[in-house]
């Protein structure tokens, strides 16, 4: 057994943070827009101190050996064999998985459709994408402006390269991200920033956000600051889920938990192993 930096999936290199010790259970975490597997990095050491190995996956997109250009190389079931390659590469048939934003809708996909391989699911901020999908009538709406703004083609990533990407900046700042400049500095490349928008555009691709019923353990952290994901949506997640179910909520903090409340998300996700963990 040895560490993955890294592996290729059809032609696609990928880049992988691989930390704790090599023989623990392990725990696949996925990243959301606009960063990268860094953004785990303080949350990584508390799994990893308790005995869980953790593979922090720069996603297809942000990997830079991984960033088709085509807006279908994005669905959601090239996303999910994406991270199934990952556990493959480990050599671990089941895992658990933990997933901020848009890693958080692959995690609640991938526990949907492959149950067999998911051993727990933690998503963060992000819900069931059913749950998400019904808010919409309400004012879920309103906050997922951005969503519908991202489907323009071209004009979305000359907007964040403007000014040395001074609008990514600010609408960045807006959601309460505390050190924006990482991001911005992804998005003011073009392959990059055409590859993250292409997430959003991928949205209309059919079944890419039917992830179906959750028979797996569940944790779903939400934060009541986050300015994209609201209350109703959130608490509906709840209705999508079969299996084992815990909702948690953190108070006063942004959309941007892992670094905002690292040591908080580090106990809940290390408490919803810990009971769904044998051995």
Do not use: K
């Amino acid at each position: 057994m040895s560490r993955v930096t890294g592996f290729v999936r059809e032609g696609l290199a990928f880049t992988v943070r691989d930390d704790g010790p090599i023989d623990g259970p392990v725990v696949i975490a996925l990243h959301g827009f606009p960063q990268t597997a860094a953004c785990w990095s303080s949350v990584t050491p508390s799994l990893a101190d308790a005995g869980f190995r953790v593979l922090a996956l720069d996603q297809r997109g942000y990997s830079a050996g991984a960033q088709p250009q085509d807006v279908r190389s994005y669905a959601m079931a090239e996303l999910a064999a994406d991270v199934l390659a990952l556990a493959d590469a480990a050599g671990t048939a089941r895992f658990h998985l933990l997933g901020h934003d848009w890693g958080a809708a692959v995690a609640w996909w991938l526990a949907g459709h492959r149950p067999d391989r998911v051993a727990t699911l933690t998503a963060v901020s992000v819900p069931h994408p059913a749950a998400l999908r019904r808010a919409l009538v309400g004012g879920q709406l309103l906050r997922s402006w951005y969503i519908g703004a991202f489907q323009l083609p071209g004009l979305p990533e000359r907007l964040l390269r403007a000014r040395g990407g001074a609008f990514a900046r600010r609408l960045l700042r807006g959601t309460g991200m505390r050190d924006p400049e990482p991001a911005v500095r992804l998005l003011r490349d073009p392959l990059t920033a055409t590859a993250a928008l292409n997430w959003y555009r991928a949205i209309r691709l059919r079944g890419q956000l039917d992830a179906g019923g959750i028979r797996v353990p569940t944790l779903y952290v939400w934060s009541d600051g986050d300015t994209a994901l609201g209350r109703r949506a959130a608490e509906g997640a709840a209705d999508f889920v079969t299996g084992p179910y815990r909702f948690e909520v953190l108070a006063d903090a942004s959309h941007w938990i892992p670094e905002e409340r690292p040591t908080e998300l580090a106990r809940l996700v290390l408490d919803h192993l810990r009971e769904h963990t044998t051995g």
